[in-house]
């Protein structure tokens, strides 16, 4: 499995783009790139998945650069109910049918 | 649609104690994962089940940690004789069996041995 490496924590401010970076050097070819938050007490939660370029949906938006060693992301306009904690996730497509490899994940946190 | 659900939400046993979790996955989902998370620590997989078999426990502790998930009723993860060092979240995902949706989380069961 490819080893993901993110920041540990950081800060923002309410209505601030958070953009989390995640590292994954040695990305397979079949691998996607998944994103999961974690509110504090519950289970994570799916946030995004991609494979290359740009993925958005209502929550947040995945940049994948061109050779796949990082990725971004982002999440427009944070309010104090994003502070979570967020894993980089990296693996086969089907997140449903094997083991989750869970990092330690950032730790963000929102500031009114 | 009731989301996963994992009970009891918080559990104290003494050392030695025997330590009972229970999850009941999404409806119409046959798959069942349990994850198990120290403080300020990702969550770590644990093993894998679908209806009364065990798919993967690559991630079980060989000893007095067992579990199971029968035709009927929720899914169960036994710890036998508790020590201080199994205090964590437990946490379940369920999957359906047909659809390539990810795994869903319940909310965890927090277990102190104290």
């Known amino acids: 499995l490819a080893k993901t490496t993110q920041p540990i924590s950081m800060d923002s401010y309410e209505g601030q783009e958070v953009n989390i970076t995640c590292s994954h050097n040695?990305?397979?070819?079949?691998?996607?790139i998944t994103w999961y938050q974690q509110f504090p007490s519950q289970g994570p939660r799916f946030i995004i998945q991609?494979?290359?370029t740009k993925v958005t949906n209502e929550v947040a938006s995945l940049f994948i650069p061109a050779d796949r060693k990082s990725s971004t992301l982002s999440l427009p306009r944070v309010s104090l109910s994003d502070t979570a904690v967020y894993y980089c996730?990296?693996?086969?497509?089907?997140?449903?049918?094997?083991?989750?490899?869970f990092g330690s994940g950032t730790r963000l946190q929102v500031q009114p | 649609n009731a989301g996963v659900m994992q009970n009891p939400r918080h559990l104290v046993r003494r050392r030695g104690q025997e330590a009972r979790l229970r999850c009941s996955p999404m409806?119409?989902?046959?798959?069942v994962y349990w994850y198990r998370q120290l403080p300020e620590e990702g969550l770590k997989f644990m093993v894998y089940?679908?209806?009364?078999?065990?798919?993967?426990e690559s991630g079980m502790p060989k000893e007095r940690f067992s579990a199971e998930f029968p035709k009927e009723g929720p899914s169960i993860l036994r710890i036998q004789q508790v020590v201080r060092g199994d205090s964590a979240a437990y946490f379940c995902?369920?999957?359906?069996?047909?659809?390539?949706?990810?795994?869903?989380f319940g909310p965890g069961t927090r277990l102190l041995v104290l």
């Open positions: 995902a369920s999957s359906p069996r047909l659809s390539q949706e990810t795994q869903y």
């Open positions: 040695n990305i397979a070819t079949n691998d996607y």
């Open positions: 991609g494979y290359k």
């Open positions: 996730l990296v693996g086969e497509r089907d997140t449903g049918r094997r083991a989750l490899t």
């Open positions: 409806k119409g989902h046959s798959h």
């Open positions: 089940l679908q209806k009364e078999n065990i798919i993967d």
